[in-house]
């Protein structure tokens, strides 16, 4: 069977992390609505490159968000970070930003 979507998460390298093995909730969940999730380390940019490319959603964890990859993922419709509120308070973000309506 097809998968319908590609989820990449870029994981860290030294983070401590761990990739989701094939039994986990998480992939249990997944597999319900025939999505796939890749996971690969950010140490190696053309792997990076490569997932992108046909990915639908990217997920990353405490890897920043560059222009190589949103450029690497031109199927890609959504970018989802993990941040927490003190790594949002170091932005530079005009007063008037919403992160939620």
């Known amino acids: 069977m097809n998968k319908k979507f590609k989820i990449l ?12 093995d094939t039994t986990t ?12 999730l890749v996971e ?5 940019k053309n792997d990076v490159i490569t997932a992108a490319s046909d990915a639908d959603i990217i997920f990353l964890g405490s890897v920043p968000v560059g222009r190589w990859i949103i450029e ?6 959504a970018i989802m970070c993990q941040a927490s509120a ?15 309506s």
């Open 25 to 36: 909730p998480e992939i249990e969940e997944l597999n319900k609505v025939n999505a796939e």
């Open 9 to 20: 998460r870029v994981l860290k390298v030294g983070s401590s992390a761990m990739r989701a």
């Open 72 to 77: 690497a993922a031109p199927k890609c419709i």
């Open 86 to 100: 003190m790594m949002l308070s170091m932005l530079k973000l005009p007063r008037n930003t919403t992160f939620w």
């Open 40 to 44: 690969v380390f950010d140490g190696n």
